[in-house]
């Protein structure tokens, strides 16, 4: 059973720094993509970043320049180094990796940046 298990979140004053890691395991098998997705109260889901195994990465312009995801791909992990943040940062911010197999998405890790 493949599963996404995320780490990283919490809380930071504005101006400050996280970053988010997350391992997927259990016979994931070929991945084509792996990204973040944030999703924030009363809010659609919304990409944040993502990378491809063909080596493509698209960021959402409102984390460009401020937001890096990079992958171990040994390891099958994705990360998020997100600095600068900002109030309108805040949200629950999901892993997702796109496989041959199917979708799957992480439990989500709450990232809050306090003002």
């Known amino acids: 059973q493949v599963q996404l298990v995320e780490s990283g979140g919490g809380l930071v004053q504005a101006g400050g720094s996280l970053r988010l890691s997350c391992a997927a395991s259990g016979g994931i098998g070929s991945i084509n993509a792996m990204g973040w997705y944030r999703q924030a109260p009363g809010k659609q889901r919304e990409m944040v970043a993502t990378?491809?195994?063909?080596?493509?990465?698209y960021y959402a312009d409102s984390v460009k320049g401020r937001f890096t995801i990079s992958r171990d791909n040994a390891k099958n992990t994705v990360y998020l180094q997100m600095n600068s943040l900002k109030p309108e940062d805040t949200a629950v911010y999901y892993c997702?990796?796109?496989?041959?197999?199917?979708?799957?998405w992480g439990q989500g890790t709450q990232v809050t940046v306090s003002s």
């Open positions: 997702n990796t796109a496989t041959g197999g199917g979708n799957y």
């Open positions: 990378s491809t195994s063909g080596g493509r990465i």
